[in-house]
Structures are given as C-alpha cells and as structure tokens.
Nanobody, 125 residues
Framework: QVQLVESGGGSVQAGGSLRLSCAAS??????MGWFRQAPGNEREGVAA???????TYEDSVKGRFTISRDNAKNTLYLQMNSLKPEDTAMYYC?????????????????????WGQGTQVTVSA
C-alpha cells in the first residue's frame, strides 16, 4: 500500500519559516513534488525534483523555497523561508506514476499518481 504522509505545517507570521516533510512508504519514485491549493484556487505545483537532483520551482517561491530529498529515508522535504500570507494553502506531497519515467522534474499534477492527505500552512500578516 502506497502512503505519502506530510508533516510540518502550521501557523507562522510573515517572514517566518517552516519545513515540510513527506514520508513515503510502499513505493518510491524519482519524480516527487510539492503542490498547494488555497480555497477557491486550483492545485498548483510549487516545487518538484527528479532522480538526478534537478529541480523546478513556481516563480513566486523561487529563492524562498527549497525542495530536497533523503533517499535513504524515502522522505521529501520543502524548506520554506520568508513566508508570505499568499503562501497560505494546503500543501500536498506527490509521487510520480508507477511505471512512468522521470525524464525531467515536472510540476504538472497530471504527471503524479500518488498523493498525500496534505498539511495546512497558514501565514499571517
């Protein structure tokens, strides 16, 4: 059974930092990503990585967020610094589809087959 379990969300003031973790079990994929969804908005790709360390970031988080992974622990991380109120959303971890290649880091939700339940991030002004 594939499980992706996020943790590390919470409430912080603008300018603060949080580190999200995603522990994967039952499956591992080179393609991993973080997504977020605010009420009334579509799910958007925040950051993603492939199996060779390449990364991609949504423009608004470049320079503030860093995606990383610990393959030995099968865990994905998202370090979020200089948080802004507009970063408030539910954050989801995702893993690539089973059997699919991972030729490049993608932030398209349709490229991911497994999703966690999400962890809430709230940033106050």
């Amino acid at each position: 059974q594939v499980q992706l379990v996020e943790s590390g969300g919470g409430s912080v003031q603008a300018g603060g930092s949080l580190r999200l973790s995603c522990a994967a079990s039952g499956y591992s994929s080179y393609c991993m990503g973080w997504f977020r969804q605010a009420p009334g908005n579509e799910r958007e790709g925040v950051a993603a990585t492939d199996g060779v360390g390449r990364t991609t970031y949504e423009d608004s988080v470049k320079g503030r967020f860093t995606i990383s992974r610990d393959n030995a622990k099968n865990t994905l991380y998202l370090q979020m610094n200089s948080l802004k109120p507009e970063d408030t959303a539910m954050y989801y971890c995702a893993a690539g589809r089973r059997g699919a290649g991972c030729n490049y880091p993608s932030r398209r939700p349709s490229d991911f087959g497994y999703w966690g339940q999400g962890t809430q991030v709230t940033v106050s002004a």
